[in-house]
């Protein structure tokens, strides 16, 4: 297919590959179809293609296969840092997190407001992208959750699982979550969580950021968990989604209980009881269900509370039928809240409608089983129109002040009031016309039953629904409107009149038997009648929406055809692609500008809604933005500028595809169905606004009034994988859409000269459209198919080979090429032509735009040739158009004969090679055949009856020469069970080739013993031509037979082609010296006040003198007096350690310099212009390390605290590989394949496990000549590869560095893992099982491990991290691979890094045994440079380049000596700019490599950090490895005194006397050790809120001062086997408590220190403000480690219910840090005990005797307050006493006195 037609569907990321075909469905995942290599294309015919005259015919649509709806491996990785500011009161929080069904906790944390976790959770899912795209990923914060209690929730936060994936890298990298309590959305943020979290697919790869130290001081306001461009402060807000009515629900009426109830009850009800629900951000609403109703009115709305901008990007709306055992959905529709909402200034909140909106699904036909269901839930592309559902949706922003808002967020349903008929516009009536002018191809596996096609559109047209009328035609015969909205009549015909006689509808053409193609296709015979169908359908006329977007779809096909043509005109190295990008860029503004003036009409049309408004307005600012843009854009397009700009004009095209995409539909998409037999076999589904007419020509859809090709497709999952690439049916339709009255030009696009053939309706009756139509004129062609060849085809054999043939089709022809056995790159050079082509139409139309023609490549079964079920695999699939000439043009330049061109092949969505090929259609006149040109084929050959391609065509040919370096065969696998061991590469090129050496014994010696041979063959002077070079290793068995082991196919051979050395490449290696001076080498010169500060730009050759470290001493006196002191460096402090810790700041310096650099790179390129220049003065500036500290610290500010400079290494944040192109500079490594090729479905077979081995060599190709250069030293047995080392066996100890491993996929059901490193190389295997590491996913291992290794025997190195298990077998977590014997033999010497100081004691020990001075003298004699000449005052000169630095070294009892090794050292640091031999060689470095697990391909399982020294056995022994065992925690004590308190809330009531008072207490403990919390004693009844205690608490803890973290060992629980190691930042918790003698203690508040930097304790009471913990940024803060006692006030804060701080209290402490050598010779006892005691508090005496407080209370009361009232009551109870008395006692005297006793 010519590159520059088609339009790709999705240009890629970097936008240097053109897609190629269009793609009718821009689905929302896209089909990524990539381009062929770059070097591949020629542009033959970027002008023939472009200047298309007349534009009959639309161009055709290559997915053949659903991308949507297939499964996909993702993996979701969240990793919970911490949490802060957590509302609540001395809360447990535990962390959940919850993705679709699944949840996971962290652990929980006692008594913190902000724990830290630091805990990794892995979610993996195998799921198609949309339903993972909306799952919902929630992290919420719970309070005290235990076995028995579910917790109370603090606060959630939620976004989707998409927003995520969109983000840059895939990732939120340490971003802050804020939390809100869903319950009570006028509370505001309720505390912030800490995390990572990434999501990948299968095959993407993450750059994780350098995981340096956390430095907490971070702002959290700044780094919320937050997608770009979305406030920070996020409201709520109310979404009213109103649901009014639905339509054209299918009809359900033939199901078997319909036909019993309408026995019994003699009634026919609608069988569907529909309701709507709507899931939006993990929340559900749902309508009443409609009983019984095909027409549903709901005219209810729901209403969801959510943040906004919500982060959740659609909202699912499905139709359900209700039903008493399952629900299922009869359709659904995803709203995108990016596409009817607008985030500019002038933006808008989401809205739409009231709007139909169209849902698509399984077909129409009701069954019981529907076996497309998932269609309907919104998987995958539908392939049946279901219904449509008239919706509004209006979000208003909550106002949380007001005070009639209901504070939580339950979904809510309402009901609304009706809404008006017009009020969604003026209904019109619509016709659509189509003629099926071809139908082939039709798949022979369908049967020869006859076959016809259905047209539908929306529920018009579908045999099952019978007639629809719309009831606003006023058609209906009585019966009430409101009941049916639409009227039924069951008609047998199709073709059955209306009442008022306008006009039938005719969906389905005639059945037909389908007439034999081939062995795989029929046809079906329709030659010159063509059928018709048309529709006629009632819509709202909302067609304004739909031209406006065809309009911007215009101008977007056009700006990507231009796009593709620069790329093209860029990849083929053709002149001038500036010049047609300008062209692109002022087409496009011409565009922009036409839109502007036509899509400002119709204003006043019924039913425009306010998002039509908005979105009018957005488009014509968008628009017309981008014309501005492209305008100026255009004058600065030079020729060194057109990539910036392709890439900018590349996003230029993804808005407008953005803008064209509209969200409210009007007319359903047409669906075009095949139909065999009564069953439904085939679609293909035809956006409604591609056919639609306007009289205005970019208003008319593109395909409207077009012939356009159109492939059938298998619907639902049946369509996925290899049944679906097979093509159901190829036609060639006519589509044409418009209202019924534009009717008078609906036939004016199709080829000409037909006769039309109507109904016979008798007289008078208006004139109704075609049923078919009748050609007369016919022309008479041959077509010329030049197959050339092919390349990099698929596998479709066991062997990793094909046996391909590729199967041509035009019209109803097809014929085939021959059978090429074994190969993927078959040189065809075939003629195969096609007689007697009839081709329809008129002559000039033909000639402008004809039919395309289709390949199809298949691989033969060699086992059935014959029989018709041995079929051919499909193997990919192209499209191609002829170059056509009629018989009255002359035969000759420019258009023919026709170039070969490269032409993409597609299998499925996937590339699976290319085709070099040229078609040309040629006119057979009158004359006959006579005038056709003659086929001038070759001379010399005779291949009997298959014709070469003609001379002309065929490319012309040069003689080159081929020279091979057989280097090896690595890891080759068993063949068919048996070893290889006699293997021999045989290397084949057009047809010419050569074979290696036999290899007589692989397992002893898998290297050749002849290293270099050639061959001379001929090939296109056209380097984009050359074939591709096929490498095949076969074994040598006994009796002469062969085997094939694997192959490999070099596609492109440019990078092997040799160009002699140019003169202009010599021009700098003149004689004069050129200086470079080296600044590196002393840490003394990184100081900024003694270094002049050099730019690049300077001029002035610097002699770098020796102060050393005498120096360092009068340096500190010389300071300005208001510098900072730089701390001293202690070198016996210093360790290994220090060293990588201060690289990896670099490197995190350097990455977000990177990030900085990136942001500003527009007003970089203007500095580079700037500094261009400087580099060409002789006098090269400092040469800058790797980004070090001087490029960080700008030099103005004197109080920056400066960093001592340590000597770094390199830390490589990936493989050294790819830092050094997989170190093949000389050598390198061609995998070789073999099996079949793995394709999407079946994904076990993938790429990676087709490899067999590997063949290590080279290759050198030149043209023949005569005056071929030759060198002195030339040795003619090597050719090309002169100095290559000899390849003998060769002994080495490999020492491998592991230094840690990090995000590690757990392992074990507790989310962790106990990693250990397994490392395995040739023989030797190293398993280092004892020294695990428990529960730990960032272990740090910091081990050595020596291994001695043959090569070539034992090449690949592979470390793997093991996960220990006490019971069972470990589990492997992942592995890495590394290449030894290409680093090896490497020229960047990567046997040993080279670091960038030589010491010969200390930290950094130079650790290579060979001194710089010797590398440098070898490097010099294999370069065959002059050199290294020492001169005096630190010179060293090597070929034109003279060296300085300084000459002394002090050795460990600081005498000096001389020496050259620093000279040396200097030139090895820059090799790379040494003329002719120079290279970058590898520093000393740490590289971090990607864990990869076997099973699970392509998703990362973690990383790990290493390096690998090499020395070879024949040198001088290595020194003893570096120790870099992990530092061991240095034991501290924190003592801390609590003096006194004040200002302490009065918590308690006295129960007599009312006054407020507390009992104080203060508690502490360390962060991660609660369990070690240790209070004071309790100061009872403090009625100030002062507290005296004198009491002292003692924390011992081991600490990591370089990560400034504590680290703490501890079982997890009692069943825990061993401890773990937890590392946790340093922070003092105090708390003040009031003490409860019965009831729980209450708290009163906190305050955290974080030990490294808290703010200064304040010197009074008076001076301690809660500012110290509110605004602690501007505080000065300090560091117990630096100050070693600190004394002050401190306040304690808590929050109020408002969920502010308030200060509650203030407290006087002292805080004294101990080592713990320290601590053990001045120790002090806890509290106020011996040893070292405190004295007592001098505390007032009430609060000693607190058992008498009772009785003083009591005397308080009764002496002071109510001593009146006291008298009184005492009185009062004597007299009641004594009238008690006497009332107990007068009956019994009475009775004495009356008896007279």
Known sequence: MKRSKHRGQKEDKGGDEPAILEAQNMDRNGML????????????????????????????????????????????????????????????PMVCVEIGEEKKYTSMKESTNCPYYNEYFVFDFHVPPDVMFDKILKVSVIHSKNLLRSGTLVGSFKMDVGTVYFQPEHQFYHKWALLSDPEDITAGGKGYVKCDISVVAKGDTIKTPHKANESDDDDIEGNLLLPEGVPAERQWARYYLKIYRAEGLPRMNTSIMANVKKAFIGENKDLVDPYVQVLFAGQKGKTSVQKSCY????????????????????????????????????????????????????????????????????????????????????????????????????????DPSSPDITSSTDVLVESVPNISETATGKVEDFLLFGSFLEATMIDRKIGDKPISFEVTIGYYGNENDGVIQPKSKGKKAGGDGAEEETELIHNSSEEEMDDDGDLTSVSITPPMKPVITDRNYFHLPY?????????????????????????????????????????????????????????????????????????????????????????????????????????????????????????????????????ADEPQHSVPDVFIWMISNGKRIAYARVPSKDILYSGIDEERGKDCGKVKTIFLRIPGKKGFGPAGWTVQSKLEIYLWLGLNRQRKDYLSGLPNGFEENKLSKGPGLPSSPPISLTYMMKQIFQ??????????????????????????????????????????????????????????????????????????????????????????????????????????????????????????????????????????????????????????????????????????????????????????????????????????????????????????????????????????????????????????????RAFGRYTLVGSNAVTSLRKFIYRGSDKQANNWSTTEEIIVVSMETEPAFKKMDTVVKLDSCSEAVVKVEDDDKDEKGRKKKRKKGDEPEEEELDESMLDWWSKYFASIETLTEALKAQEAALSDSEEKEDMDIADGGADATPVKGPKRGKGKKDKKKPVADPFEKKKPKLDELKVYPKELESEFDNFEDWLHTFYLFRGKGGDDDDQNVTDEDRIVGKFKGSLCMYKVSDDMPRDMSFDSNLGMFQNIPSNDPINVVVRIYVIRATDLHPADINGKADPYIAIKLGKTEIKDKENYISKQLNPLFGKSFDVEATFPMDSTLTVSIYDWDLVGTDDLIGETKIDLENRFFSKHRATCGISCNYAIHGYNVWRDPMKPTHILAKLCKEGKLDGPHYGPGGRVKVENRVFMAPTEIEDENGLKKQTDEHLALTVLKHWEEIPKAGCKLVPEHVETRPLLH??????????????????PKD??????????????????????????????????????????????????????????????????????????????????????????KIVISKKESMFAWDETEYKIPPRLNLQVWDADHFSADDFLGAIELDLNRFPRGAKTPKQCTIEMVTNEAEMPLVSIFKQKRIKGWWPFVARNEEDEFELTGKVEAEL??????????????????????????????????????????????????????????????????????????????????????
């Open 1712 to 1797: 004294h840090l101990l080592t713990g050598e320290e601590a053990e010779k001045s120790p002090a006892g806890e509290g106020r005990n011996e040893p070292d005691p405190l004295e007592k508090p001098n505390r007032p005496d009430i609060a000693l005797l607190w058992f008498l407080i009772p009785l003083k209370a009591a005397k308080h009361l009764v002496c002071d307050q109510y001593r009146w009232l006291t008298i009184k009551i005492v009185t009062a109870l004597l007299l009641l006493a004594i009238l008690g008395l006497f009332l107990y006692n007068m009956p019994g005297y009475m009775v004495k006195k009356m008896l007279g006793a």
């Open 1494 to 1511: 076997p099973d699970k391909p392509g998703i990362e399982q973690g990383r790990i950090e290493l390096w690998v020294d090499m020395f």
């Open 783 to 1036: 077509l010329r198919v030049h197959m050339y060849q092919a390349r990099s085809l698929f596998a479709a054999d066991s062997t990793g080979l094909s046996d391909p043939f590729a199967r041509v089709f035009f019209s109803t022809q097809s014929q085939v090429t021959e059978v090429l056995a074994e190969t993927l790159c078959p040189t065809w050079d075939q003629l195969l032509v096609f007689e007697n082509v009839e081709l329809f139409g008129e002559a000039c139309e033909l000639r402008d735009d004809p039919p395309i023609i289709v390949i199809e490549l298949y691989d033969q079964d060699t086992v059935s040739v014959d029989c018709l079920d041995g079929k051919a695999d499909f193997m990919g699939r192209t499209f191609a158009k002829p170059v056509v000439k009629m018989a009255d043009e002359h035969y000759g330049p420019p258009r023919f004969p026709p170039q070969l061109e490269y032409y993409q092949i597609y299998r499925g969505n996937g590339a699976a090679g290319e085709m070099l090929a040229a078609f040309e259609l040629l006119q057979i006149g009158p004359n006959g055949k006579a005038d056709l040109p003659p086929i001038d084929g070759p001379t010399d050959m005779d291949r009997g009856p298959i014709l070469p391609v003609p001379l002309g065509i065929r490319p012309v040919l040069s003689k080159y020469r081929i020279e091979v370096l057989f280097w090896g065969l690595r890891d080759l696998k068993r063949v068919n069970l048996a070893q290889v061991d006699r293997p021999r590469v045989d290397i084949e090129c057009a047809g010419k080739g050569v074979q290696s050496a036999l290899i007589p014994n692989y397992k002893k010696n898998p290297n050749f013993s002849t290293l270099v041979k050639w061959f001379e063959v001929d090939l296109p002077e056209n380097e984009l031509l050359h074939p591709p070079l096929n490498i095949r290793v076969v074994d040598c």
């Open 33 to 92: 179809m990539g381009g062929p290599d770059p070097d591949t294309i020629s542009l033959a015919s970027v002008t023939a293609v472009t200047t298309n005259v007349s534009n009959k015919r639309s161009k055709p649509d290559i997915k053949m296969e659903p991308s949507s709806g297939r499964p996909v491996d993702y993996q979701v990785s969240v990793t919970v840092i911490e949490a802060r500011q957590l509302v609540g009161l001395n809360m447990d």
């Open 295 to 398: 027409e549903p009115i709901w005219n209810e709305q729901i209403v969801f509370t959510e943040m906004f901008p919500p982060l959740c990007k659609r909202m699912k709306i499905q139709i359900r039928d209700s039903d008493k055992v399952n629900d299922v959905a009869i359709g659904t529709h995803f709203l995108d809240l990016k596409k009817i909402s607008n985030d500019g200034d002038k933006g808008f909140l989401p809205t739409i409608g009231p709007a139909w909106v169209n849902m698509y699904g399984s077909t129409r036909t009701y069954t019981l089983m529907d076996e497309y269901q998932e269609l309907n839930e919104g998987l995958g592309e539908g392939v049946s129109f279901r219904a449509r559902l008239l919706i509004s949706l209006g979000v208003e922003i909550l």
């Open 527 to 659: 030659f010159e009648r063509k059928p018709c169908i048309y529709i006629k359908s009632w819509w709202q006329d909302q067609r304004r929406r739909l031209y406006n977007g065809n309009i911007i779809d215009n101008i977007a096909h056009k700006l990507e055809d231009g796009l593709n043509d620069v790329h093209e005109i860029i990849k083929t190295e053709k002149a001038y692609p500036e010049r047609r990008l300008r062209g692109v860029l002022e087409e496009l503004s011409q565009g922009c500008s036409q839109f502007l003036s036509l899509a400002n009409k119709d204003h006043n049309q019924t039913g425009r809604t306010k998002l039509d408004r908005e979105r009018l307005k957005l488009c014509l600012s968008e628009v017309e933005a981008i014309g501005q843009q492209a305008k100026s854009m255009r004058t600065q397009v030079k020729k060194s500028t057109v990539r910036d700009k392709l890439k900018l004009a590349q996003n230029f095209l993804t808005k407008l595809r953005f803008l």
């Open 1515 to 1604: 040198k001088t022994a290595p020194g003893p490895a570096l120790d870099i065992s992990p530092r061991k925690p240095k034991k501290f004590e924190l003592r801390v005194i609590i003096w006194n308190t004040d200002e302490v809330v009065l918590e308690d009531d006295d129960i007599f006397t009312g006054e407020k008072s507390s009992d104080i207490f203060v508690r502490g403990w360390l962060k991660g050790q609660q369990e070690d919390k240790q209070d004071t004693d309790v100061h009872y009844h403090s009625i100030t809120g002062e507290g005296n205690f004198n009491w002292r608490f003692v924390y011992p803890f081991d600490y990591l001062v370089a990560e400034e």
